[in-house]
């Protein structure tokens, strides 16, 4: 079993940055992603990583601004966001799963408690 812990969300100004990380424990070498929900929307893909690092895919509203990165020697995933927006205000979760990518929700996924980023305009 895989147990994810979302850390690094907070409130920033916009055109500000954060920097999201989601520890694992147990098994590491899955394929990450991660997603963000917003009050009464569904819970969206933006974006994903090889087990390896060494492939990535991004929705496009946060293309060119969000980076994906994972270390497996630390167990971590992280998620670089710059540029944010006020329309980047969501609670974003990080997702493990079997296989790459990892783009939808599916019930075979682990995924951690959430962090909240809010961006003021």
């Known amino acids: 079993q895989v147990q994810l812990v979302e850390s690094g969300g907070g409130l920033v100004q916009a055109g500000g940055s954060l920097r999201l990380s989601c520890a694992a424990s147990?098994?590491?070498?899955?394929?990450m992603g991660w997603f963000r929900q917003a009050p009464g929307k569904e819970r969206d893909f933006v974006a994903t990583?090889?087990?390896?690092?060494?492939?990535?895919r991004y929705a496009d509203s946060v293309k060119d601004r969000f980076t994906i990165s994972r270390d497996n020697a630390k167990n971590t995933v992280y998620l670089q966001m710059n540029s944010l927006k006020p329309e980047d205000t969501a609670v974003y979760y990080c997702?493990?799963?079997?296989?790459?990518?990892?783009?939808?929700?599916?019930?075979?996924?682990?995924w951690g408690q959430g962090t909240q980023v809010t961006v003021s305009s």
């Open positions: 997702a493990a799963d079997r296989q790459y990518p990892v783009v939808v929700v599916r019930t075979s996924q682990y």
């Open positions: 990583i090889h087990w390896s690092g060494g492939l990535t």
């Open positions: 147990g098994r590491t070498l899955y394929a």
